[in-house]
């Protein structure tokens, strides 16, 4: 039962361009949700989240939009730089405290090509 | 300021051998997770402690997992008489009071033979 799902293995878009990374849920108890970036050989690394009061939320070059009754959300990178190449997995849990678990889609890998 | 550290980085091990997995969490950090991350796949959750309080073990697959926090900093998740779906990257995750996002060290990639 996949709680949390990434359909895209992989994207690849040209340096400046707009990237777009999808994610859909499942379950109506999640209320937190997170995207993580990973590069090979290490950790994954946190990139923004959003509540579920929000339907928006923008750090610089990222955007994650969320659509509840669709139970999906998005993260926009624009421009895209080389540098962004990396596996991009999004997260959920029920409840943003420091004891919330985390399910994990099984991420996207993107690549920008220069 | 040092991150969540884990030991050893690669592990080789025979079928029916058993490891020990050691997570060294960010100072202050109360909450520390253990994710097993398959090839291909997103990492999914395995345990949870607070200080050295294990409130969540559903995500272990078997009673071959253990995993302890004894004085609620450093962890290890040890797995007996290990098999060979066992393979996997094993990461270690920690989070401080009140914090909203999980730390990743970058893990011990596990490989059975």
């Known amino acids: 039962d996949q709680q949390v799902k990434q359909n895209s293995p992989s994207l690849s878009v040209q340096e400046g361009r707009i990237s777009i990374l999808n994610c859909d849920y499942t379950n109506s108890m999640f209320d937190y949700f997170l995207w993580y970036k990973k590069y090979p050989a290490e950790g994954p690394t946190f990139l923004i989240s959003?509540?579920?009061?929000?339907d928006k939320n923008e750090d610089g070059r990222f955007t994650v939009f969320l659509n509840k009754s669709a139970k999906h959300l998005s993260l926009h990178i624009v421009p895209s730089q080389p540098g962004d190449s990396a596996v991009y997995f999004c997260a959920a849990s029920a409840g943003s405290t420091s004891g919330s678990r985390l399910t994990f889609g099984e991420g996207t890998q993107l690549t920008v090509n220069p | 300021g040092a991150g969540v550290s884990q030991s050893p980085r690669y592990k080789v091990a025979k079928r029916g051998q058993d490891v020990a997995l050691r997570c060294d969490p960010i100072?202050?950090?109360?909450?520390l997770f253990w994710y097993q991350q398959a090839l291909g796949q997103g990492p999914e959750f395995l345990t949870y402690?607070?200080?050295?309080?294990?409130?969540?073990k559903s995500g272990l697959p078997s009673d071959r997992f253990f995993a302890e926090r004894p004085e609620g900093s450093v962890s290890t998740l040890k797995i007996q008489r290990t098999q060979q779906e066992d393979s996997a990257v094993y990461l270690c995750?920690?989070?401080?009071?009140?914090?909203?996002?999980?730390?990743f060290g970058s893990g011990t990639q596990l490989s059975v033979l």
């Open positions: 995750a920690s989070s401080p009071p009140g914090g909203e996002k999980l730390f």
């Open positions: 959003i509540s579920s009061i929000k």
């Open positions: 100072s202050g950090h109360v909450s």
């Open positions: 402690f607070q200080n050295e309080a294990q409130l969540d």
